[in-house]
């Protein structure tokens, strides 16, 4: 022990992390910490961190708009066709649904998984985990079956999910159709590239960004078991869209009439300044462009009808064949900075709650993938009845503004 010990202090050394060693000499169990420096992967964290400090740039020339299918203006004979096809795959039992809930959720400030966030929606209030059962239970319904239902987890939440599912039974979905699998992680650091601490006297880590799905799936033996239940196409969602449409069976008619192995749903953007993604061609790949990262002028462009020419805004609303989960499993993604507020435990001992963003988060995007891919097929259907995040505390994207577009479409 002795001598691991002096080896962490050795490796905080060098890797310009000696504010740790404090923690540990002060610590009386410092086992867990020593062990957690020795397999950090300090080369990694030095290239992340450097890598913040060179500034985005997205080569407009790179960038084309992508074609989509209107759903809302196809002939009523077409929709119908490409319904039949996804109906039959669902009803028998090739569909699965995936919901991405390893993130924090640090903008909307709830304590605890986001899907345990209780929305205020009418008649009486529900959790963000009951809005999407009672969905898929409504499908399931529909279709006569019980389609198997993953939900990816972080390790910072995995236990608190399960248990929430535990204590209210799973709000009737057959449990033994859940399975709840863990994605990557990676520690945080602050703004000069110096390691937080957690409530425990570790490091602190966090979710490593939701394109860990891929491999995190193909780790967890939740591929294999998909395989194993000859699911052939697979949606993911993201756990905060209380709107969520998760068996569509356009979705998948589309994209096997495409001859495609990924589709995604799409709505038109409310403004060219929205806060939200939206698809498009980069270097002739389908790719997203994020809110944070499309030059003003692009947002704003318009084609011969006054539409938006990157108008498909993105709400995490993707279907995958089985290939291209093998396929994409197997790519090694690069990280993305976010600047998050993250709460450390102080040299003194005290818990520091950050007022601003404090910290890089490092996050790979499961959209990254798609630049491995020839095409992809995007459906754009009507927003009132597939979009209502909840990203913020206030304002748009909040509880709020999800609650009313909620009411709205539950009233109809
Ligand atoms: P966001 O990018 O909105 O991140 O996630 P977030 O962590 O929920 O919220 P902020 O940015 O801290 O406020 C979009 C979807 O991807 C999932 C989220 O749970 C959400 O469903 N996600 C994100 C993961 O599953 N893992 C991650 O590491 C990040």
């Known amino acids: 022990m002795e001598k691991n010990f002096e080896k962490a202090k050795q490796l905080l050394r060098e890797n310009n992390q000696e504010h740790i060693i404090q923690y540990l000499e002060k610590s009386k169990n410092p086992e867990k910490l020593v062990e957690q420096i020795l397999n950090m992967d300090f080369e990694q964290l030095s290239n992340l961190y450097e890598s913040t400090k060179r500034p985005i740039e997205i080569e407009e020339s790179e960038i084309q708009p992508i074609k989509f299918v209107d759903k809302n203006k196809l002939p009523k004979e077409e929709v119908t066709e490409l319904e039949e096809t996804g109906k039959k795959i669902i009803r028998e039992n090739h569909y ?36 999407l059962t009672e969905s898929l239970i409504r499908e399931n319904q529909k279709y006569g079956v019980v389609i198997p239902w993953y939900i990816m987890t972080s390790e910072e939440n995995n236990e608190e999910t399960i248990a929430f599912f535990e204590e209210h039974g799973y709000f009737g979905y057959p449990k033994e159709k859940i399975t709840f699998f863990k994605q990557g992680k990676l520690p945080i650091m602050n703004t000069e590239g110096k390691l937080l601490m957690d409530k425990n006297g570790l490091i602190r ?147 520091i709650e950050p007022k601003e963003p404090n910290a890089f988060k490092f996050e790979s995007f499961m959209f990254d993938v798609f630049e491995s891919f020839d095409d992809i097929s995007i459906l754009r259907s009507k927003r009132e009845e597939n979009f209502a995040p909840i990203k913020n505390a206030e304002g748009a994207d909040s509880p709020e503004t999800a609650r009313k577009l909620y009411n709205q479409f539950h009233q109809n």
Not at 114 to 127: D, H, I, N, W
Request: a negative charge; charged letters at 25%.
């Open 96 to 131: 699965a649904v995936v919901t991405m809930a390893g993130g924090q959720g640090t903008r909307l400030g709830h304590k605890g998984p986001k899907g345990t966030f209780l929305v205020p929606v009418e008649p009486e209030p529900k959790y963000i985990f009951q809005i």
């Open 205 to 351: 880590e966090a979710s490593d960004g939701n394109g860990s799905i891929y491999a995190s799936l193909a780790k967890s033996g939740a591929l294999e078991k998909m395989k194993q239940e000859k699911i052939q196409w697979i949606f993911i969602g993201a756990v905060d869209n209380i709107l969520l449409n998760m068996v569509d069976p356009s979705l998948i008619g589309l994209c096997i009439k495409d001859h495609n192995q990924i589709a995604s749903r799409t709505v038109t953007k409310i403004s060219p300044k929205e806060r939200v993604g939206v698809f498009g061609k980069k270097k002739g790949h389908p790719a997203v462009i994020e809110y944070s990262e499309i030059p003003e002028e692009m947002a704003e462009e318009v084609d011969e009808d006054g539409e938006l020419l990157y108008g498909e805004a993105n709400t995490v609303s993707m279907l995958y064949s089985m290939e291209a989960l093998e396929k994409a499993s197997k790519i090694q993604l690069n990280y993305h900075k976010a600047v998050k507020k993250m709460g450390y435990l102080d040299e003194n001992g005290q818990w």
